[in-house]
Nanobody, 126 residues
């Protein structure tokens, strides 16, 4: 059973950067597709990006973060990172990582991910 833990959140000024980590224990993490989602206050959970495991690694991002956020993974450390640059107040929210084995067409669908972390808060404010 894979267990996920996010870290690295915090308060940052607009234009700033943060790097979130998602560290796994148990299971064979390297075989999972890992996604990041976020939830702003009063809103539903939103897809941020994903690293798809299919042979190698393939990366997909939401349009709202493309060019500002980058996902990377270090399977030897059972960790996936979300590097965020150019943060705006609209990026504020609780950030979750999730692991699963979704098909290509379902990568952005939160319901297909079996394993979730507890989330780490990111607040962008001056």
């Amino acid at each position: 059973q894979v267990q996920l833990a996010e870290s690295g959140g915090g308060l940052v000024q607009p234009g700033g950067s943060l790097r979130l980590s998602c560290t796994a224990s148990g299971g064979t993490f390297s075989q999972y597709t890992v996604a990041w989602f976020r939830q702003a206050p009063g809103k539903g959970r939103e897809f941020v990006g994903v690293v798809r495991k299919s042979g190698g690694n393939t990366y997909y991002y939401a349009d709202s973060v493309k060019g500002r956020f980058t996902i990377s993974r270090e399977d030897a450390k059972n960790t996936v990172y979300l590097q965020m640059f150019g943060l705006t107040p609209e990026d504020t929210g609780l950030y979750y990582c999730a692991a699963g084995r979704p098909i290509l067409s379902a990568l952005r669908d939160e319901t297909v991910y079996r394993h979730w972390g507890q989330g780490t808060q990111v607040t962008v404010s001056s």
